[in-house]
């Protein structure tokens, strides 16, 4: 009767799983005790932008504890692992589900599968290529980079009249928010004859040693520079630092967009960049239309989050508002 | 005797009850698992001897009879109270599952598979742990265990499944094959290309020249197989007019849905080719040989998608995508993913080719003592060529998958897919050394990540916390497999 051991593990699968999966086929559960559960599926958590708007989705969540519980889960920027988590979310049949895609069509087929499953979607940030999704909620980098374009004209002398040398340097050439932010920036800068861009279609690649050494160049090759405009903070501040190395920083105006508190906000509140502009992250307000839709009540299609400007003016009331102490 | 009886009714009894227990709590998988134990503890011993004296039909009948009345038994005295009572088909029906169940038990206790002790108590402990620990869904239903969950984690292992088996094959020769994860991303970005836009030129001629230098190398193989005794000559002339043939019709007009699916694996086949090349006649180390391939296939992959766009989305309809298409990303009868099923399909043939062929003794022969082999008249330098082909041609296969899964190509898709198929074959317990290993192991290695993924997904854990378990599970994996942690009970022999 001896048993012998190295067979008992093997044996035991087979066994083991067909009763257990019996288990919820006769679950003499409760149903709709159950606290509602909104899952969120975030493609990255390693930029800043990302980290925050996680940030900003869970302390909006928090307000409304007592109505569901939120599960954030990140994707380590892989569209498989999206995916995964997306089909997971399905499973557990959760009640409200947003995500914010790695990829369009990657996400597309599970998005869709989702709502064929009977849960509400709320796209955030990058859309899915489908129609039938519940909401989605966005910025709009073209009206941001308009925002800019305007606070460029008016720092260099006001409509019709603004004179001075601006260069721009680009985020990932062949991405659409720096396609977006760009064009929106040239429907005011164009038309004012007294602008003049330096450089054409510099790339940053969003990155703040890019911006700094492009900016190194350009300060040797043109004496004057009243303006840069980076399509996001970092690559502006990388750019305050090359003139600033050149001892060039008191005539330029740094403007960006992003306004991270701990960067773009801090950097202005120093006096470094003069403005940036909030590319707002869609946090709270997946928050608050989530809580509806579990309420029954029904959201808009597209949710466009405005744009507003960071000044030496205004950024103390923001780093404030942001809960960012200055330092 | 008795023994078994009483074991089997116990067994058939705690089964029934579990079923009937709460959702809720973990009564009712408690209870299975004590089912199991029992069962197993009075049973096992007699199964062999059992099946030698009455064969396979009589042995397993006579294992499901008391496990039926144990079940019946079970299923009536734990009803709630006296004035309940249970339906017909009910019964019958559990007593029939727990018929399917017990029948083959004898036989199926008696696969060599079984020995592979630790992998699969491991694999067991872990499924016993997700159910114990998985979330409800709005029904109360268990989701780790519910048919759909468990569909989801068979498509979500495949590709990385899909991958492993390859490695394998190459790890089992001593080396190891850095290149399939971008030559995965390769094959999205060609198959998403082939099917949208077929006009492209560089990658219509990249996917040319893959096929037809296979076609050619295939065709002088069958025609020196079909005519062994035609002149020199005769096979490459054969060979080259095929070549010609297909070269210029897949020029003129384009991929089509069968040039698309077979584009991709024959790319990867020869940049795995390329590396069995340098491996075997360069004698390269596989890490630097095809660390150097896997940057070039990198950079070959960007440029074959182009420099204004990266990813490369599919969508069907006319003049796109065939519907046909489709296919390699349905599920069958809405739940068995077909890329499961290819991966499991891959698995059996790798299975086969490593334990009925001599193609496969070649294989383990190289990995154990090359040095050796040689000598004793193994094909080194074709059985490592071959190895690296095949490792290569799954790569492209699974760059079609993911164009169809996730109806995109691009070649950044891979990044560090190729570390997560050496570590489902180093779970699995093929040596890094060669020459130790098997297609089932690393099956179960693929299993046990896909799971440990699962279920840490269903827990909520944080992707970091996830990463360091990942790790841990490597480590002690690997430990157990040299020894260095001696678990008592697991190294008593039998």
Redesign the interface.
Known sequence: ???????????????????????????????GK?KSVVAFSQCT?TEPWRVLFNRELKREAEKHADEFDL??????DR??RQ???V??FI???V?VLLVSPK????L??VVERAIDAGIPVLVLDRNV?TERVTAFIGGDNREIGRAAGGFAVDHLGGLGKATGKVIEIWGGM?STPAQERHLGFRDYVAKEPGIEILLDNQDGDWKQDRGYSIMETALKAFPRIDLVYAHNDPMAYGAYLAAKDAGRDKGIAFVGIDAIPEEGGLWVKKGWLTATFVYATPGVEAIRQATKLLQGETVPETTTLPTRAVTRETVDAFLAAAGVGSK | MR?LLLGSFLAGFL?AW???????SHQ??VL??L??AA???CA??LARRLRERFGRLHSGLLFAAPLVLGAVAGTILSLPSAEDTVGVPVLLGRSF?VTL?AVP?PT??R?S??????R?????LL??AG?LLS?????????F??????A?VL??VS?NGILAVGMTLVVLTGGIDLAVGTTMALGSTVTARLLMDRGTTSVLVASSVALSAWTFLLTILLVRRLLPHARPYVPPTLAGLVCALLCSSLLSSGAGLLGALLSAPALGALCGLASGALVARGSLQPFIATLAMMITVLGAGRLLAG?????H???FGPDQAPEAFRLL?ERIFDLVPVPGLVFLAVAALAALLLNRTSLGRHIFAVGGNEEAARLSGVPVVQTKLFVYSICGLLAGLTGVL?AA????G?PD?GTGWELDAIAAVVIGGTSLRGGVGSVGGTLIGVLLFGYL??IL??Q?V???RQLVVKGLLIVGAVLLQEGKLRLG??R?S?
């Open positions: 009767m001896r048993l012998s051991l190295p067979h008992v593990p093997g044996l035991l699968l087979p066994f083991a799983l067909l009763p257990l999966s019996l288990l919820p086929a006769c679950g003499k559960g409760s149903p159950r958590t599960v954030v889960a990140d994707a380590e569209t498989d995916v995964e988590q089909e997971n499973r557990q049949k009640d990829e369009s069509p990657g597309t087929p290529a062949a | 023994l089964l579990g079923m009937e227990a709460p959702a809720g009712g998988a299975s698992a089912t199991v069962f197993i503890s096992h011993p599952a169940l038990y199926v206790a696969w598979i079984w020995r592979r002790g630790h699969l108590l491991a694999l067991a499924l016993v159910a979330p409800r869904d709005r029904d109360g239903g268990n989701v265990l519910s048919v759909g969950n468990q989801d498509r979500q590709s420099t204004d766009q990266m990813v989305p599919i969508y990303r993911y899964q996730y109806t995109q691009k898709a993924a699962n997904q269903l909520n944080d992707s970091s009970f697991l008593r039998p």
